[in-house]
C-alpha cells in the first residue's frame, strides 16, 4: 500500500490544478534589466539610424515630384537636374581621401542643420490678416531673427562659398569648413543668449497658455539666469541645447511611459470594484496611480538626465558627432539614465511600502500573487484531507475526472490522477478483503 505522504503529493498536484495555483515567477535579476534594456537599444538605434537613411534614400523622388510642371520641367528632368547638383556638390566637398571627404560632407551638413534651426519669417506676410495671437507670433520670430543676423550672414556666406567651388571646379577646404562651423556655432549661441534674455525681460511674450506658465516658473527658480551662465561659453551652450532636446525626447519617452501604464490603472480599479462588491476594502486603483506617477516621472527625469550628460560627454571628446550619431548617443545615454533612476525609484518605493519590487509589479500583479497564495493554502488543505479521508479523496477525483474530460490536463495532473484511481482501487480491494476475512472468522 502507498505511503501516505506520498498520496499526500500527488494529491497536491491535482488540487494545485483544480485551484488553478500558478508555480511562482522566476525573479526578475539586475542582468534581466540590463539584457532588456540591450534589446531596446537595438531596436530604438535601428529606428533612429534607419529614419535619417529612408528619409535620404526618398529625398531626391520627393524633391523631384514638388518641381514637376515647373518652367514646363518633367519629374525627370528635375530628376537629372538634383543628381546633377548632387554631383557637384560631392565634387565640391571633395577631400584628399574617402574619409576626409566624408568629413567635409559631414561638417556642411551640421552648417546646414544649424542653418535650418534659425528662426525665419516670411516679409510678406498680410498682417491685417493676422489674429492677434498669430501676430504676436510673427512679432516673436520677427525679433529673433534679428538676433541671428550674424549667424545667417556666416550660413549665406558658406553656401556661397560652396556654389563657387561647383562654379570653378575647385574644392572648399576642410580648414575652412571648420573655421566656418565654428563662427556660425558661436554666432547661435550669441543668438541664443539674446533669445533667452529678451524671454526673461519680457521683450519677447509667451503665446499659449503653457508658455505662460514656463515663464513663470522661470523667474521665480531662476531658470532664465542659469541659462545666461551656460550661454556665456561654447560648451555650456552645446551642454543646454542637448538638454533641451533630450527633454523633449524625455516626454516622447513618458508619453509612451504614460500609455503603457494605462491598463495597470484600469485594471487596479477593477479590482477595487470586485473587492468592494464581496464586502472587502481595496485601495488598489490609487495605489496603482500613485505607482505610475513614478515611473513616468522616473522616465522623464532619468532619460533626460542621461541623454543630457551623455551628449555633452560626446560633444566635449568628440566635437561635431553629427546628427545621427549624436541621436544614438543620446538614446544610449537616456536608457542608462532611465535605468539607473528606475533602479532608485524602486528601492526608495520598497523602503516606502515594506515590498520587494514594489515599482515593478503591478497592483494587479500583486493582488494575483496574493489570490494566488490563497489557493495554494487551500489546495494544501484539500490535499491533506483527501489523504486521510477516503470519502473526501473521492471527491477530489470525480473533480479531476470533470476536468480532465475537457482536455486541459498536464502530463504531471494525468500521472497524479492514474496514481491515485490505482491507489483507490487497491484500498477497496484490501477493505473487501478485511471484510471476507472478518466473515471467514465469525
Known amino acids: 500500500m502507498a505511503g501516505t505522504d506520498n498520496i499526500q503529493a500527488q494529491n497536491l498536484v491535482l488540487t494545485n490544478w483544480l485551484n488553478g495555483v500558478q508555480a511562482p515567477a522566476p525573479e526578475i535579476t539586475t542582468g534581466d534589466k540590463m539584457q532588456a534594456m540591450g534589446s531596446e537599444f537595438l531596436v530604438g538605434t535601428a529606428g533612429i539610424v534607419a529614419l535619417p537613411l529612408a528619409g535620404n534614400l526618398f529625398k531626391t523622388p520627393w524633391q523631384s515630384f514638388k518641381g514637376m510642371g515647373k518652367d514646363g520641367k518633367s519629374y525627370l528632368d528635375v530628376w537629372r537636374e538634383l543628381s546633377e547638383q548632387s554631383r557637384a556638390q560631392k565634387a565640391a ?168 501604464e494605462i491598463p495597470d490603472i484600469i485594471n487596479a480599479y477593477k479590482i477595487d470594484k470586485a473587492e468592494k462588491a464581496a464586502g472587502r476594502e481595496s485601495n488598489r486603483g490609487n495605489k496603482q496611480l500613485l505607482k505610475s506617477g513614478v515611473k513616468v516621472g522616473t522616465s522623464i527625469l532619468g532619460y533626460a538626465a542621461g541623454a543630457a550628460a551623455a551628449g555633452a560627454i560626446a560633444g566635449t571628446v568628440v566635437p561635431g558627432i553629427g546628427n545621427v550619431a549624436g541621436a544614438v548617443v543620446g538614446f544610449v545615454g537616456g536608457l542608462i539614465g532611465g535605468f539607473v533612476a528606475s533602479w532608485a525609484a524602486g528601492k526608495a518605493m520598497d523602503a516606502a511600502t515594506g515590498e520587494k519590487d514594489s515599482l515593478n509589479k503591478s497592483e494587479a500583479d500583486l493582488y494575483a500573487e496574493e489570490q494566488n497564495q490563497i489557493a495554494a493554502k487551500e489546495a494544501e488543505e484539500a490535499a491533506n484531507l483527501a489523504a486521510m479521508s477516503g470519502e473526501y479523496q473521492d471527491q477530489i477525483l470525480a473533480a479531476a475526472e470533470q476536468m480532465i474530460e475537457q482536455g486541459d490536463a498536464s502530463e504531471d495532473v494525468l500521472e497524479a490522477y492514474d496514481y491515485l484511481i490505482n491507489h483507490r482501487e487497491s484500498r477497496i480491494l484490501d477493505l473487501l478483503q478485511n471484510i471476507q476475512n472478518m466473515d471467514y472468522a465469525a
Open 93 to 260: 566637398l571633395k577631400g584628399d581621401n574617402i574619409w576626409q571627404s566624408y568629413l567635409n560632407r559631414r561638417m556642411y551638413g551640421q552648417i546646414q542643420g544649424i542653418g535650418a534651426e534659425i528662426p525665419t519669417f516670411d516679409s510678406n506676410t498680410d498682417l491685417s490678416k493676422l489674429k492677434p495671437k498669430q501676430l504676436l507670433k510673427y512679432q516673436n520670430t520677427v525679433t529673433k531673427s534679428a538676433y541671428y543676423s550674424d549667424a545667417k550672414r556666416i550660413l549665406e556666406e558658406t553656401k556661397q562659398m560652396l556654389e563657387n567651388a561647383k562654379k570653378n571646379g575647385t574644392t572648399v577646404p576642410k580648414a575652412t569648413l571648420k573655421a566656418q562651423l565654428n563662427k556660425l556655432r558661436e554666432a547661435v549661441r550669441l543668438g541664443d543668449a539674446k533669445v533667452n534674455s529678451a524671454m526673461q525681460s519680457g521683450i519677447l511674450k509667451p503665446t499659449s497658455w503653457f508658455g505662460k506658465a514656463k515663464h513663470q516658473i522661470k523667474l521665480k527658480t531662476g531658470g532664465y539666469k542659469i541659462n545666461n551662465a551656460l550661454l556665456k561659453t561654447t560648451r555650456g551652450a552645446s551642454a543646454l541645447k542637448c538638454a533641451s532636446k533630450c527633454v523633449k525626447g524625455a516626454g516622447w519617452m513618458a508619453a509612451i511611459q504614460g500609455i503603457m
